[in-house]
């Protein structure tokens, strides 16, 4: 379907004689979702299968760490230059270039022998996942439109997280229950992919408006005026999204090392687990207020952090699924909250760079953080990496909150 800007009465997606600014039936704000969550399972659906890959080729922890962190290099580098040429050219121009990179990415995963294979497939997704948290979730707004933006903050969101868990899940069961692990779970994930652009390709979306001036390859930010949204989000979402890197990371590796499972089940299940959880917490607190969802999520990911400690410590199962299951609840309510905070504030028309600023701002301590707690536990033990990586972690999680606590202090005070 072409995107809602010409004059005819399909092309704007609705029946005969509607008016061009009829809202879109809601089924497709939840369709809109679908393309995110098709990618964000591919963002984390080798979870599992580096255990495998590891005992085949040959890595250590450190380039394990590093061979994640090229995702996130390729996710920033994307996001540089996706979220602006998704508000002056359009949701579709970024987002269909961006699912076919990532069905070549399940290409490259599906035939890896080597690290340089590994690098390459991730660095691909990366680039594939920027441009979707930024035209992606941007899409999802689009199509809801304004009377529906709390709807489509919290639909974008879950539709990062879910997938996010989705991903590993389905790797761990397919790689231990078919032949062929690498094959059998990137064939699958191609087959997702596949269904994403053809909902792309229908999708009812308006044509952008006149382009705004500027580079278009730059650091992503927010209007004049919205910064101190953007602030306040990242100081929730940085910390709770670096905290499920992690665990996704080096996650397999604690249960082998620590615990002494290398299932790859159990490993996906544990992730699917902690976006599972990120999910139900962003429903649970959906009618909070956006301070309040911070304050959350901000507890959430300082209390997964102590849990992570104690894990390491204790050898403990139970713990480390606690820590999981708290890091997961705590990157969602500062995603929701972040986002629900630039959809209020945000024209449309800068809400992809919008998004893609904070992305910038949550992945990249998520992208170096966990490659230096890689690095130290190949050093010092896993033990020691884990707890120094915890303790650091849980600081940045409470500054965070008392960011958002003092900010709620002086709206009160504005107020008053």
């Not at 390729?74 to 050219?89: A, F, K, N």
């Not at 408006?209 to 730059?218: D, F, I, L």
Request: aromatic share 6%.
């Amino acid at each position: 379907m072409p995107e809602i800007g010409t004059t005819s009465a399909r092309d704007r997606g609705h029946r005969p004689g509607a008016p061009a600014d009829a809202p879109v039936p809601t089924r497709w704000v939840w369709l809109a979702a679908w393309p995110v969550t098709a990618v964000f399972v591919l963002s984390n659906a080798a979870t599992p299968l580096y255990v495998l890959w590891q005992r085949e080729i040959g890595f250590s922890r450190g380039t394990l760490t590093v061979v994640f962190a090229c995702y996130i290099a390729g996710l920033l580098g994307s996001l540089l230059v996706s979220g602006v040429v998704s508000d002056r050219l359009g949701r579709k121009p970024v987002l269909l270039p961006a699912l076919g990179l990532a069905l070549i990415a399940c290409l490259v995963f599906a035939t890896a022998g080597s690290v340089a294979a590994l690098l390459v497939a991730r660095l691909f997704t990366g680039v594939a996942v920027g441009a979707v948290v930024s035209a992606g979730m941007a899409a999802v707004s689009d199509v809801a439109g304004p009377r529906r933006g709390r709807l489509a903050a919290l639909l974008a969101s879950c539709a990062m997280v879910f997938g996010a868990g989705l991903g590993p899940l389905l790797a761990g069961v397919l790689s231990e229950t078919l032949p062929a692990p690498a094959v059998t779970v990137f064939a699958a994930e191609a087959v997702l992919l596949a269904t994403a652009v053809a909902v792309v390709l229908r999708m009812p979306l308006r044509r952008p408006g006149a382009p705004a001036r500027g580079a278009w390859v730059r650091v992503p930010g927010v209007p004049r005026g919205s910064g101190r949204r953007l602030a306040l989000g990242i100081a929730v979402f940085a910390p709770g999204i670096t905290a499920t890197s992690f665990v996704l990371s080096l996650g397999p590796s604690l249960l082998t090392g620590l615990l002494g499972t290398g299932s790859r089940t159990v490993a996906g299940a544990l992730a699917f687990a902690m976006f599972l959880t990120a999910t139900g917490a962003q429903f649970a607190v959906r009618r909070l207020g956006r301070h309040s969802v911070l304050l959350a999520g901000a507890a959430a990911t300082a209390a997964g952090m102590a849990a992570l400690v104690v894990a390491v410590r204790a050898s403990s199962l139970p713990a480390l699924t606690a820590a999981a299951l708290l890091a997961g609840a705590g990157q969602g309510m500062g995603q929701l909250g972040g986002l629900s905070l630039l959809n209020s504030g945000v024209p449309a028309r800068r809400l992809a760079e919008a998004n893609a600023a904070l992305n910038v701002g949550g992945y990249l301590p998520a992208g170096l953080l966990p490659v230096l707690a890689g690095y130290l536990s190949d050093a010092v033990g896993l033990a020691t990496g884990t707890t120094v990586f915890g303790g650091a972690l849980l600081a940045l999680a409470v500054t965070g909150g008392l960011v958002v606590l003092a900010d709620r202090g002086r709206g009160a005070g504005r107020r008053g």
